[in-house]
């Protein structure tokens, strides 16, 4: 069965304190992984897509790296609007499209100004 | 573009009503997925459509759900009779699922069953 562990759950900052948040995953026939942002009261909003080990992605204050066991999502020198909860999503295709996801339970994000 | 839309945005109802939620795509996405969040817990696949065939429908909790997507556009969820256990949010994504993979996700509704 397809697990994933996001760490920490909950995670306090200062503005401006970077930080790391991690994924690890077992997941069989792995094609990729999502990173997801939400807030409350609404729906996870797409940040990357990572296919391969060994590639980053960009994005403003985030980035997303990928391992063959994990992947981390760096925040540097965040804000306030930075707060949210932050998913991961491993991918694996069984034709016609990527296969439902299997999320962990996120890490609940707080910045402090 | 539009992104993903879902209505109703919340819906309250008594144990043993019916309840149907409905999904729109994103224009040409062929692929729609159901998830669901219940209080406490992560986020669950529940359901996969490529156009208006099931994919996959292994996460969908018992027969009291029927999903279908007539004509490969939107989605309704229908939950007959609904239980108590059925509260939470239900999400909807959709992919275009050849040139991208990538899923993106509707607002959600949430369900409440009194």
């Known amino acids: 069965e397809d697990q994933v562990t996001q760490s920490p759950e909950a995670l306090r900052l200062q503005e401006g304190e970077s930080s790391s948040l991690n994924c690890s995953y077992t997941?069989?026939?792995?094609?990729?992984l999502f990173w997801y942002r939400q807030d409350p009261g609404k729906g996870p909003e797409f940040l990357f897509t990572?296919?391969?080990a060994g590639e980053e992605k960009e994005k403003e204050r985030l980035k997303a790296t990928l391992t063959k066991k994990e992947s981390f999502l760096h925040i540097t020198a965040p804000k306030p609007e930075d707060s949210a909860t932050y998913l991961c999503g491993p991918v694996r295709y069984s034709g016609g499209g990527a296969d439902g996801l299997t999320f962990g339970k996120g890490t609940h994000l707080i910045i402090q100004p | 573009e539009a992104g993903v839309t879902q209505f109703p945005s919340h819906s309250v109802i008594e144990k043993g009503q019916t309840v149907t939620l409905r999904c729109d795509p994103i224009?040409?996405?062929?692929?729609l997925y159901w998830y669901r969040r219940v209080m406490g817990k992560e986020i669950k696949f529940l359901l996969h459509?490529?156009?208006?065939?099931?994919?996959?429908e292994s996460g969908m909790p018992n027969n009291r759900f029927l999903a279908e997507r007539t004509g490969g556009t939107y989605s309704t969820l229908k939950v007959q009779p609904a239980e108590l256990e059925d509260s939470g949010v239900y999400f909807c994504?959709?992919?275009?699922?050849?040139?991208?993979?990538?899923?993106?996700f509707g607002p959600g509704t949430r369900l409440t069953v009194t």
């Open positions: 224009s040409g996405h062929d692929n």
């Open positions: 990572l296919y391969s």
């Open positions: 994504a959709s992919s275009q699922g050849t040139v991208s993979y990538e899923q993106y």
């Open positions: 997941v069989s026939g792995l094609r990729g």
């Open positions: 459509f490529v156009k208006e065939s099931k994919q996959d």
